[in-house]
């Protein structure tokens, strides 16, 4: 069942000189002069010089100029809907009516994802102290993989994430890395969104550093200095923890277990060039003054295609407890990797 809209067009009078006549504006811009003869719902009878009698379709008309007065009852025509909103479709141009405009449209509020994640592949060109199965002090080069990774869950205010990282790297006659990790951090936003809480279950292993079987318990507060919005991003926090861990000695034949009080500090930094550029930078320290492990890594993220990104990264890793031969330890890497996000 068709519905039909009550629709007034414009009259306007408009008094000449000598002989005047009606004026007919089309909603594609034609302008059609002379009399209007008949007007019904579904058509008007238009007399004009040049192309003698014409029908027009009243949802093709924009503006109607009537030149007698008298004439002004001929403006009241009923339209029916279909036809308006064909109308609509094709010109945008509708004739005026006496009904209020529809409300705009209600924006749809973006929907953010709640679980994204990370997975990655590098290559690390490395330089670090190291010893053999007696003792040995030297320092070496090589080149190890790492295979690393993360899933994260975005609430309003919650966040939890869980990191993964395994590297290795051998040789005929030694291991020269053996790495693995496992991370949870969990992680509060306060109200004014600047302030956050986070606590970060660790277990670990480490070659090199002669670490096996480490457990940490973290609680930080930390800082947000940005908007989330903003191009800029850096976060840094600082708190307490609980360490155990077993270490070998040079010789990796007897170990001691130790388990201590740590204070912790992270900072992370990003920065986001271009959409397809940023520079990330990050820093963590765990221990005292005179006893600690540092952790510090800068690089630059690059977009390839879709979600695939190329990172390059350099990474410094620096053990005051570790001693080969009175010698600290450290372990300095170059990273070049491709990363896909989810």
Same mark, same amino acid.
């Given at each position: 069942?068709?519905?039909?809209?009550? /629709?007034?067009?414009?009259?306007?009078?408009?008094?000449?000189?000598?002989?005047?006549?009606?004026? /007919?504006?089309?909603?594609?811009?034609?302008?059609?002069?002379?009399?209007?003869?008949?007007?019904?719902?579904?058509?008007?009878?238009?007399?004009?010089?040049?192309?003698?009698?014409?029908?027009?379709?009243?949802?093709?008309?924009?503006?109607?100029?009537?030149?007698?007065?008298?004439?002004?009852?001929?403006?009241?025509?009923?339209?029916?809907?279909?036809?308006?909103?064909?109308?609509?479709?094709?010109?945008?141009?509708?004739?005026?009516?006496?009904?209020?405009?529809?409300?705009?449209?209600?924006?749809?509020?973006?929907?953010? %994802?709640?679980?994204? &994640?990370?997975?990655?592949?590098?290559?690390? /060109?490395?330089?670090?102290?190291?010893?053999?199965?007696?003792?040995?002090?030297?320092?070496?080069?090589?080149?190890?993989?790492?295979?690393?990774?993360?899933?994260?869950?975005?609430?309003?205010?919650?966040?939890?994430?869980?990191?993964?990282?395994?590297?290795?790297?051998?040789?005929?006659?030694?291991?020269?890395?053996?790495?693995?990790?496992?991370?949870?951090?969990?992680?509060?936003?306060?109200?004014?969104?600047?302030?956050?809480?986070?606590?970060?279950?660790?277990?670990?292993?480490?070659?090199?550093?002669?670490?096996?079987?480490?457990?940490?318990?973290?609680?930080?507060? &930390?800082?947000?200095?940005?908007?989330?919005?903003?191009?800029?991003?850096?976060?840094?926090?600082?708190?307490?923890?609980?360490?155990?861990?077993?270490?070998?000695?040079?010789?990796?034949?007897?170990?001691?277990?130790?388990?201590?009080?740590?204070? /912790?500090?992270?900072?992370?930094?990003?920065?986001?060039?271009?959409?397809?550029?940023?520079?990330?930078?990050?820093?963590?320290?765990? &221990?005292?003054?005179?006893?600690?492990?540092?952790?510090?890594?800068?690089?630059?993220?690059?977009?390839?295609?879709?979600?695939?990104?190329?990172?390059?990264?350099?990474?410094?890793?620096?053990?005051?407890?570790?001693?080969?031969?009175?010698?600290?330890?450290?372990?300095?890497?170059?990273?070049?990797?491709?990363?896909? %996000?989810?």
């Amino acid at each position: 069942m068709k519905k039909t809209l009550s /629709i007034l067009i414009p009259l306007l009078v408009a008094v000449h000189a000598g002989l005047a006549q009606d004026t /007919i504006l089309l909603n594609n811009g034609d302008k059609l002069t002379g009399t209007i003869l008949k007007q019904t719902p579904e058509q008007i009878d238009f007399k004009s010089p040049a192309f003698g009698t014409v029908s027009l379709n009243p949802h093709d008309i924009k503006e109607i100029k009537i030149a007698d007065p008298s004439l002004e009852k001929l403006g009241e025509i009923t339209v029916p809907a279909e036809a308006i909103a064909k109308n609509e479709k094709t010109t945008g141009n509708l004739p005026k009516t006496n009904a209020p405009p529809a409300p705009p449209a209600k924006k749809e509020p973006v929907k953010m %994802k709640k679980w994204t &994640g990370q997975a990655g592949l590098a290559i690390a /060109i490395r330089q670090k102290t190291s010893s053999n199965q007696i003792g040995v002090i030297r320092e070496e080069k090589y080149e190890t993989y790492r295979l690393y990774g993360n899933i994260q869950w975005k609430g309003k205010q919650n966040n939890l994430n869980w990191d993964w990282v395994y590297r290795y790297s051998s040789d005929e006659y030694q291991i020269r890395d053996d790495f693995f990790s496992v991370a949870q951090v969990y992680k509060h936003s306060f109200n004014n969104n600047n302030l956050y809480s986070s606590a970060k279950t660790l277990y670990l292993r480490d070659y090199n550093r002669r670490i096996e079987n480490e457990f940490l318990q973290t609680g930080e507060l &930390g800082i947000t200095w940005f908007d989330k919005d903003s191009n800029i991003q850096l976060e840094t926090s600082a708190g307490a923890g609980y360490r155990m861990y077993q270490r070998l000695d040079p010789a990796r034949i007897a170990s001691s277990t130790i388990s201590q009080p740590e204070f /912790i500090f992270d900072a992370n930094f990003r920065w986001n060039l271009i959409n397809t550029l940023a520079l990330t930078q990050s820093y963590t320290h765990l &221990g005292n003054l005179t006893n600690y492990q540092f952790v510090f890594s800068t690089g630059f993220e690059n977009k390839l295609v879709q979600d695939l990104f190329v990172r390059m990264e350099y990474r410094l890793d620096r053990d005051t407890e570790v001693y080969y031969d009175d010698k600290g330890y450290y372990d300095k890497a170059l990273l070049t990797s491709l990363l896909y %996000k989810f």
